[in-house]
Every structure is written in structure tokens, then in C-alpha cells.
């Protein structure tokens, strides 16, 4: 008898079983007691519930005023705040950058000179978003099952906005929750053909604060990212 049958009968004894006892066809598996499927207007409370748990804030902006006052808010606590935005459709429509501006706060935006060098550009928006306190950006899908942000290079362009800083704020609309992982890879534009590429080259899933228990096994937020993390849900009416 083998070295592998030898052990396989050990097993057998100790279950009880000979081996010529047929097996028991496992039960198919059902996922709905572990993760069961949520309904879509139940996405945002999953979605807030999941995000705290991990340390991240939410808020709601139903008007102009209330995302500028959630963003005053947030950039408060810093004396000289300094900030970079990624360049997402959704705070250009916002227009958030003018509105920093015109609050007297430094703002970087990726890709503000189109026509400048590429590689230049790149260099000092990574620069500037180590320098600054607080990076915003827009996100591609919110998945509500385990509060999670979902930033795609597509969209955002360098993706150093959202990992750099200390402080990270990100936008987003109700129409951008999306329920289970299932549901955010049927929805990311990802190629499977080589020759066809899809046109964003990195996707980044963040959920809540940067954080590590590596030394001691104490939990230090912010070691390797933002220690602080803020998700707006921005109200269709605010414009």
C-alpha cells in the first residue's frame, strides 16, 4: 500500500468508512444565507452601513450649498490646505475646483494642461499629491455589499489623488451603486482581447480607511494610505 493509500485509510478509519463505500454527492452550495442578494433600494443603507463599519464618513449633498459645505467641513481642520482632484467627469460638472478657488484653497487637478508633456505633468501631480492633505475624486461604482469605493484610471486619470494624501473625499451618484461584486464585473469595462484593450489600465476597490496590525497586532490607520476616508452622495437636483 502507497504512502498516499495508507493515509487515505487512515482517514476512512477515522470517519468511520471502508473503501468500497460509495461517496455522498455533496449539496449544491447556497450563497443566500451568507451573502443574501440585496434589492436596489436597499443599496445605499448597505452600502453606508459597510462603509462606517470600516472607518470611512458619508454624507449627502442635495444642493450646491451642502457639498460646499461638506467640503469646508472637511478641509477645516487643515491650516493651509492643500488639494489635488482627479480629472472625473462628475467634479468638473460640479465644478469643484472653482469653488475651492474662489475659498482661497490651492487646488492641483490631473490633466488641467492637456497639451502640456505627458510625463512631466504626471511627475509633478505625484508630487503634489503627496504634498497635499486632502485628494477628491469621483468613483466609478459604489458597491454596497461590503462599502466599497470603486476608482478606475479611465475615469480618474493618476490614481495617486486618492492614494497619496491623508485625507481622501470621493463623489458619487445614487445611479453609480451597484449590489454585489457579481454585479460590478459585469458593469467594469474590462477587455478580454489582447489586441483591444480596455482604455483604463488600473482599477482600484477601497474600502473605508487605509490601515495595518502588522506590529503587535494594534490597528494604525493610515500608514500606507489616507487615514481618513469621506464619501458624498450627491442629490441628482445638484448641479
Known amino acids: 500500500m502507497s504512502t498516499r493509500e495508507q493515509m487515505l485509510e487512515r482517514v476512512r478509519n477515522a470517519l ?8 455522498t454527492p455533496m449539496a449544491p ?14 443599496y445605499l443603507a448597505k452600502f453606508e452601513t459597510e462603509w462606517e463599519k470600516v472607518g470611512g464618513i458619508a454624507h449627502h449633498a442635495a444642493t450646491v450649498e451642502e457639498l460646499r459645505s461638506v467640503l469646508q467641513k472637511v478641509l477645516s481642520k487643515w491650516s493651509t490646505p492643500g488639494v489635488v482632484m482627479s480629472r472625473a467627469p462628475l467634479l468638473a460638472e460640479l465644478h469643484v475646483a472653482d469653488q475651492l478657488t474662489a475659498a482661497g484653497i490651492a487646488v492641483m487637478s490631473w490633466g488641467s494642461d492637456p497639451n502640456g508633456d505627458k510625463s512631466t505633468q504626471l511627475a509633478a501631480f505625484q508630487n503634489a499629491s503627496f504634498q497635499a492633505n486632502v485628494g477628491i475624486t469621483g468613483v466609478e461604482y459604489v458597491l454596497a455589499e461590503t462599502g466599497t469605493l470603486v476608482l478606475s484610471s479611465a475615469t480618474e486619470g493618476a490614481m495617486m489623488t486618492s492614494l497619496a494624501p491623508p485625507v481622501h473625499v470621493a463623489l458619487y451618484r445614487r445611479s453609480q451603486l451597484v449590489g454585489s461584486l457579481d454585479d460590478l464585473l459585469a458593469k ?13 489600465r488600473s482599477v482600484v476597490l477601497i474600502t473605508g480607511t487605509s490601515r495595518t496590525a502588522d506590529i503587535e497586532q494594534i490597528l494604525i490607520r493610515g500608514v500606507h494610505g489616507p487615514g481618513e476616508a469621506h464619501a458624498i452622495l450627491v442629490g441628482d437636483s445638484c448641479r
Not at 468511520?16 to 461517496?23: I, K
Not at 452550495?29 to 436597499?42: A, K, T
Not at 467594469?188 to 483604463?200: E, F, N, V
Open 188 to 200: 467594469l469595462p474590462i477587455s478580454t482581447t489582447p489586441s483591444q484593450p480596455a482604455g483604463g
Open 16 to 23: 468511520g468508512r471502508t473503501s468500497d463505500q460509495p461517496r
Open 29 to 42: 452550495f447556497d450563497p443566500s444565507g451568507v451573502m443574501p442578494e440585496l434589492r436596489p433600494e436597499d
